[in-house]
């Protein structure tokens, strides 16, 4: 039995009605702005599209920064400050790199999960109180890619306290990755489907709840439907998705130098954008009940997703995968 890997995440959490949320948070603000540039940040309704785009390196639109970048917060994304502050960032990293396990990188969901972690902690400024860490491939298929909670600040800047269900897809196509992400997130909005699970979400987040928590009682209340702490809370679905695009490589073609390049995949991502915000609002109206909940989606076009979970393997065990 290997010791030191606690099933649920150590986080030492202060509850109560006047919480400072950002306490909480172990992402910092900034930290995307030297890997990834955001373009677009649209924002109508309740609907928020926010379009990134992977920064440059010379002429190479180069996968291996956000990947690395990302191998060395795995450990704060399975454990909580409590059990960083106790064992050191070297012991708590080893052994979440234990947690992500030697799986085939292209069927692995970590990696998405991971990614949407950094980004909701980092801009959107609720942190995580409850992952999806599974304990078989199998657990990856159930329920939401992680529970947020916090002050979810509205385009008009007012912050309103929100629970947030996340959903990742990094799959080569962005139509069918946002079919799929709508599907899930519909299963919690759906009237006929909805309290079941509504109700299994919250029964599996209070099982994964982080360890150590002050005010245990109150934090429970938060996710548990009927209390006035549940109720206060707006649900909100941060949705991660990536894709392939065989644009970027033409772009590393054709690039003359850095400034071209970056350019050149402004140019691409204002026209794509526009694609992206109507097959959105398009496949949106297939889906009446997500109209009336908050969504926030992270677009990111990538040369090819294989290679970047590829890069994420290396990245976090020091080997390339081996079938």
């Known amino acids: 039995m290997e010791e030191d890997i606690p099933h649920q995440i150590k986080r030492v959490v202060c509850v109560n009605m006047s ?39 010379g002429t190479i639109n180069d996968l291996t920064p956000l990947a690395d970048s990302l191998s060395q917060i795995i450990h704060k994304y399975v454990f909580g400050k ?38 909701v902690e980092g801009i959107l400024r609720c942190p995580m109180i409850a992952s999806k860490i599974p304990s078989s491939f199998r657990d990856q298929n159930k329920g939401g890619d992680g529970i947020f909670l916090g002050r979810y600040k509205l385009s008009n800047g007012k912050e309103i306290d929100a629970t947030l269900i996340g959903e990742s897809k990094i799959w080569e196509e962005f139509s069918s990755a946002l079919k799929d992400s709508l599907e899930s997130i519909n299963r919690f909005n759906y009237c ?69 390049a970056e350019s050149k995949i402004t140019d691409y991502i204002k026209e794509r954008h526009v694609k992206h915000v109507e097959l959105i609002n ?37 080997v390339q995968w081996e079938k």
């Open 19 to 57: 919480i400072e949320w950002n306490d909480l948070i172990q992402i910092s603000p900034d930290w995307h702005e030297n890997t990834l540039k955001c373009h677009f940040n649209e924002d109508s309704n309740k609907l928020t599209i926010r379009a990134f785009t992977l920064k440059f390196s």
């Open 82 to 119: 409590d059990y960083i502050d106790k064992t050191g960032d070297i012991k708590a990293f080893s052994a979440a790199q234990k947690v992500f396990g030697k799986i085939n990188p292209v069927i692995d969901g970590k990696y998405g999960e991971l990614l949407l972690f950094a980004l």
């Open 192 to 260: 006929k489907s909805k309290s079941n699970f509504i109700l299994q979400e919250l029964i599996v987040a209070k099982k994964n709840l982080f360890d150590n928590i002050v005010e245990v009682e109150s934090l429970y209340n938060c996710l548990t439907v009927g209390t006035p702490e549940y109720n206060k809370r707006t649900l909100v679905h941060p949705v991660l998705i990536m894709y392939d695009t065989s644009a970027i490589n033409n772009i590393e073609k054709k690039a003359s130098d850095n400034d071209d």
């Open 282 to 318: 398009s496949k949106l109206k297939d889906y009446e009940d997500l109209e009336k909940v908050y969504l926030d989606f992270f677009i990111i076009p990538v040369k090819s997703v294989e290679q970047f979970k590829n890069a994420m393997y290396y990245c976090i065990h020091g």
